[in-house]
């Protein structure tokens, strides 16, 4: 089976760096994802790793370490409009997509 | 770009009742998927397929069907809803990249 572990709550300042972390347990491990959720809105894209090593997208950054099944996002220069629930997900062969149970991130002024 | 659109966003049932879930993609991706999200639960996949033709079950198939007839359409079908369906359903499909484009979720509430 998977599993994926990660905080349910993170609170952090406006203009701040903030990590969420991510460890999983799943056989036949093809690549780590992460989606960001406005309350009431649709899962949107952040990034992808399927090799080890960090991947950089403007403000967000994520990592992936295979051989310790972790990996975590960085949100840098925080912003109101981050305030947001944020997934990982582990992709199952390529073909499935398993999502933790999320991290709700409150950014404070 | 319409990207991926589910039909109803909302709806009611009574228990016993049927009903299913339209999602229809203008991306050409092969692969589609359904997913419910329940508070505190995150994202658990119901059912997906890699292809016209083909379905295959996720971690929480049992009371539900899907049919792929058309690449563009993946249908979720509910034969007689319980109160423990109701939640939000989410369909999405994936790009070749592996990205996961999603529809705006049907909200379904079961009497």
């Known amino acids: 089976g998977q599993s994926l572990e990660q905080p349910s709550e993170v609170t952090a300042v406006e203009g701040a760096i903030v990590q969420i972390n991510c460890t999983y347990q799943?056989?036949?491990?093809?690549?780590l994802s992460w989606y960001q959720q406005h309350d009431g809105g649709a899962p949107t894209f952040l990034s992808y790793?399927?090799?080890?090593g960090l991947e950089e997208t403007g403000r967000f950054s994520s990592f992936l370490s295979r051989s310790d099944s972790y990996g975590y996002l960085l949100l840098q220069e925080l912003q109101m409009k981050d305030s947001a629930s944020y997934f990982c997900?582990?992709?199952?062969?390529?073909?499935?997509?398993?999502f933790g149970t999320g991290t709700s991130l409150t950014v404070i002024p | 770009n319409a990207g991926v659109t589910q039909t109803p966003k909302f709806r009611v049932l009574k228990t016993g009742q049927s009903m299913t879930l339209l999602c229809a993609q203008d991306?050409?991706?092969?692969?589609m998927y359904w997913y419910r999200q329940d508070p505190g639960m995150g994202l658990r996949l119901i059912h997906y397929?890699?292809?016209?033709?083909?379905?295959a079950k996720g971690e929480v198939p049992d009371g539900y069907n899907v049919s792929r007839l058309k690449k563009q359409n993946f249908l979720l079908g509910l034969e007689s809803a319980a109160p423990s369906q109701t939640s939000v359903y989410f369909c999405?499909?994936?790009?070749?990249?592996?990205?996961?484009?999603f529809g705006e979720g049907s909200r379904l509430t079961v009497l």
């Open positions: 999405a499909s994936r790009s070749y990249t592996g990205e996961l484009f």
């Open positions: 799943t056989s036949g491990f093809y690549g």
């Open positions: 790793n399927a090799l080890d």
């Open positions: 997900a582990v992709s199952f062969t390529g073909n499935q997509f398993y």
């Open positions: 991306m050409n991706h092969e692969y």
């Open positions: 397929s890699v292809g016209e033709g083909t379905t």
